[in-house]
Structures are given as C-alpha cells and as structure tokens.
C-alpha cells in the first residue's frame, strides 16, 4: 500500500499572474505551457499522504531527448520536500531548460518527453511522463528550418496526455488506518495501475 498517492489529471495553466491559478487536488499544474524552449519550468505538484514520514520526498524533472539513449538524459533540477504531515500537500517547482548543448541536432525538433519522478529514501514510488513538442515559433521557420538551431525562436508544449506509473517500496512507516500491519512490505516493483482523465484524455500507467 502507497503511504504517497498522487493522481494526476490533465494540465492546467495560467500565462501570467500565479495569484489566479486556483489550488488543486492531487494534481500536477504547469503555469508556463507554452512556453518559450529555454523558459524555467514552473508547476506545483499536490499529493495526499496518509502516515507522517520520517524522511524527505525527493522530486526530480528530468528531459529526455533521445528515448534510446539514457547517457542523453538531463536531470533539469531536483528538491526535497519535507516533513510531510498526514494529508494534501503541495509545492511549486521550478526546473532549468534542457542544456542545448546537450540534446543532437536530429532531436531539438518534434516530440521528448519530460518526466517527474517522486521518490522516498532513495526508492522511486511514482514516475509521471509527459510528452513535449518543440517547434520554431512562426510559419516560415516551420517550412523551411534554418540549418543550424535557432533555440531562441523555439517553442515547447506539453501534451495533455500523459503516463503514470507507480511502484511498491518499503515506506517503514504504518499507514493511520492499518493499525500495526506492515506498509510497502514488497521491494521496488512496478504495480499496473490507471486513472480515468476527465473529457477524452487518460492517464497510462505500467
């Protein structure tokens, strides 16, 4: 049993002042999408726990630009959230840019996935992925390509449609509403799981 749920819906956003973005449940809300390429990330990420724990939540933004190559991966920024007391819970994160020096040219354009990972003394409990496109931001750009990039007229969005999976871990800690049975007995596992997205959109989980 998760001692940390977090079930994500689709994306919401605001373009500007943050004070409007209304709190949400159990939710990942990005402010900033679109957005410029090299703009931070910004978002909030809202999840319930159900026992106190001792330790910190570690979050982690990560970029993927090239699926078949983990050596490309860039850890975009990483916080520790804690102590975390029994229920809904939030906090707004801020990611760097992907380095463009880092990403091949045959990648800068069309679909990566950018992926939120939580994790629990070192155990990863849930992983959320996202799919980003990148594109010049006008017409002409988006015909004709220049041969060398152009980072400063890149746009980025990210799908509505995501994916959602989660793992058991040894939590040590006994959930309020078990009594004395153990919690997170079994080692790190992926456990198939989905939630239903509002409209026409669904989470995927594996």
Known sequence: ?????????????????????????????????????????????????????????????????????????????????????????????????????????????????????????DQEFVRVGYYQNTEYDNDDMKATPPEKIQFDRLVRDISTKLRVTRFQIKWDVVPQSQGHAAAGAAASAAVPSANDLDGDDANHST
């Open 1 to 121: 049993m998760s001692i940390v749920t977090i079930r994500v819906r689709p994306i919401h956003y605001k373009k500007k002042s943050l004070k409007t973005i209304n709190e949400t449940v159990d939710n990942v809300e990005f402010f900033n999408n679109p957005a410029r390429f090299l703009d931070p990330y910004h978002f909030r990420v809202t999840f319930e726990c159900i026992a106190p724990l001792k330790d910190d939540l570690e979050w982690k933004l990560i970029y993927v630009s090239s699926p078949g190559n983990e050596e490309l991966d860039q850890e975009l920024d990483d916080c520790l959230v804690g102590p975390v007391p029994v229920g809904v819970n939030s906090f707004e994160f801020e990611g760097l840019a992907p380095d463009p020096a880092k990403i091949p040219t045959e990648d800068v354009l069309g679909v990566a996935a950018l992926i939120l990972t939580g994790s629990y003394r």
